[in-house]
């Protein structure tokens, strides 16, 4: 028997499912999509200042290189300060102030991610306020307050400000020889040249500054810098934009210069940083005229950005470098032609104890990520850039090496160096010892592997501080650097004197190191410093090297 309730009851389902939603009830918000006009909150991102009432002007995310702009309008007869704040991962933030007509109102390119200037009459009313991150990666605020003349020094401590309006440009003005300084410089490294920038910067021997720069296609910029007399001893290292080191300025007496040439456009940052002092110095930058690149001294340091010949010339050229530090002539353990977009494996027998493996790139070729593995698999060292140099430590062995390009295809050669004379106990832990030796290198700390020093094994976990005790006699300074094998990652050093006074803290993704010295005449008589270690997460072990040097450059290392 059908029933005949059932098509009814189907009618009714149906036409419930098709009825309006029930409508919210009053006191619910009503959802939302889409663009949200207004201002981020300044209680957010603007540090509360005592006293002060900064408005954020914009908000924006980036990595190094990329910009956060406001146009801001002030009123002709006050002054305003504009501030950038940065989010934890960003680790140095640069900011400008710029008339319409593109003048110069400020600058803060100070090693730091708070910086502040201030801007007084007179100025435009309308002005262009630009941070920069200059390194690390995250979000990145700007804001401005208007403040009178009267008030302005006060504000201008209370957030910080560094040097008020026209300050460094006074000094530059009544700096002793500046132009004769660099018709001598230039005399002597040949060549024709344009004048790029002329810019003051503040050193500090407690932190580096960073400073950005770019190259055209085919040009070289030459780069000089002429410390004041507050600082001594200033190191200036030059910077791929994946932040290999690619060389380290010569000196020129005090001052410090060095050429960089590129076939292709380039972006490089330079680090300067005294070893004693806060001062100032003077960075000048030139570009060469066209065609004069081959009219500069032989004699000059000149750093190539990417390889410009063959692989027969780039080896040649490499195995002079380290026949120079007394290597023997190397064994080509792989060559080949690197195609864009597809990985290649490359089987390689290795020796007992420390080898170092050159990767050596003929042009065009631009830019390599290689791995090398044990049998089982295991990582062994992994580097990426210009030239990777991978280091592997432990028994003799088969591995294998993949390897891609970052950029452009071209040939290559893989040369294999030994590496005797090292401690063992890197041959226990190859993956921490792979990177301690290549931050180590690279960093231009030592010339061999074998100058590594002693090394210090610990166990780092995140729930507890290694120590390590060091000594620093006055006079000295120390170079620790800290690695780390698998098992954890975000590795901290931290270098304390006994009574808790911190001489420096760094932080890596599996490497890091401290620079510091004693020669201050404050620091005591102790000579006994502690090195304090731990990971973010997980457990590894950490290999730890430190080594005593006196408080002047470290000599130019080889680009590579």
């Not at 005090?254 to 680090?271: G, H, K, N, T």
């Not at 864009?340 to 420390?354: A, I, N, V």
């Not at 201050?520 to 006994?528: F, L, V």
């Not at 090195?531 to 470290?554: N, S, Y």
Request: glycine share 10%; proline share 8%.
């Amino acid at each position: 028997m059908t029933d005949r309730r059932a098509p009814a009851l189907l009618v009714a389902l149906a036409l419930a499912a098709c009825a309006p939603a029930p409508a919210p009830k009053p006191n619910a918000p009503p959802a939302r999509f889409g663009k949200v006009e207004g201002r981020p909150s300044a209680k957010n991102w603007l540090p509360p200042t005592p006293g002060s009432q900064a408005e954020v002007l914009a908000v924006e995310g980036g990595v190094a290189g990329d910009r956060v702009t406001s146009l801001l309008e002030v009123p002709e007869g006050d002054c305003t300060i504009a501030i950038a704040r940065a989010t934890s991962s960003v680790d140095d933030v640069d900011l400008f102030a710029y008339g319409e007509d593109g003048a110069v109102l400020g600058s803060d390119e100070g090693s730091d991610k708070a910086p502040a200037l201030l801007v007084c009459p007179p100025h435009p009313r309308r002005m262009l306020i630009m941070a920069r991150i200059a390194a690390g990666h995250g979000m990145v605020a700007i804001g401005a307050e208007r403040v009178s003349v009267r008030d302005a020094e006060r504000a201008a401590s209370a957030y910080g400000v560094r040097y008020r309006p026209g300050e460094i440009a006074k000094r530059m003005t009544v700096w002793p020889g500046l132009d004769e300084k660099l018709e001598q410089h230039r005399r002597r490294i040949g060549g024709r040249w344009i004048d790029l920038r002329r810019v003051a910067v503040p050193l500090d021997a407690r932190t580096p500054t960073r400073v950005s720069a770019s190259i055209d296609a085919e040009r070289c910029l030459d780069v000089l810098v002429a410390p004041s007399d507050e600082v001594t001893a200033v190191d200036v290292t030059l910077l791929g934009d994946d932040g290999a080191v690619l060389g380290r300025a010569q000196a020129e007496g005090r001052d410090r210069s060095l050429i960089v040439c590129s076939p292709l456009p380039a972006s490089v940052s330079l680090e300067l940083r005294p070893h004693l002092g806060v001062g100032l110095a003077v960075l000048m930058l030139s570009r060469s005229d066209e065609g004069s690149e081959a009219d500069i001294d032989a004699d000059a340091l000149r750093l190539d950005v990417f390889a410009f010949g063959t692989v027969a010339e780039e080896r040649k050229r490499h195995d002079r470098e380290q026949a120079a530090l007394g290597y023997p002539a190397p064994r080509v353990a792989a060559s080949g032609t690197l195609p864009l977009g597809r990985r290649l494996s490359y089987p390689l027998e290795l020796p007992d104890g420390c080898v170092r493996l050159d990767w050596v790139s003929g042009a065009p070729l631009r830019g390599v990520e290689a791995f090398l593995y044990a049998p089982d698999g295991a990582l062994w060292a992994a580097e990426r850039g210009k030239n990777p140099r991978l280091f592997r430590c432990g028994p003799r062995s088969s591995a294998r090496l993949d390897v891609s390009s970052l950029s452009r295809p071209g040939p290559f050669a893989l040369e294999l160096y030994p590496e005797p004379g090292t401690p063992k106990v890197l041959d226990k832990h190859p993956l921490a010892a792979s990177r301690l030796l290549a931050r180590m290198t690279a960093q231009g700390l030592v010339a061999t592997a074998r100058q590594v020093g002693a090394v210090y094994e610990s166990q780092l976990t995140s729930t507890a501080l290694a120590r390590q005790a060091l000594t620093l006699p006055f006079g000295r300074c120390l170079d620790v650097t800290l690695a780390i094998g698998p098992g954890a990652s975000n590795v901290e050093l931290r270098l304390v004197r006994a009574d808790g006074t911190e001489l420096g803290l760094s932080r890596g993704q599996d490497a890091t190191g401290l620079h510091a010295c004693a020669v201050d005449g404050t620091s005591g008589t102790a000579p006994e410093v502690i090195a304090e270690m731990r990971v973010i997460a997980g457990t590894a072990t950490g290999l730890l090297t430190a080594r005593q040097v006196d408080p002047r450059p470290r000599e130019p290392s080889t680009a590579r």
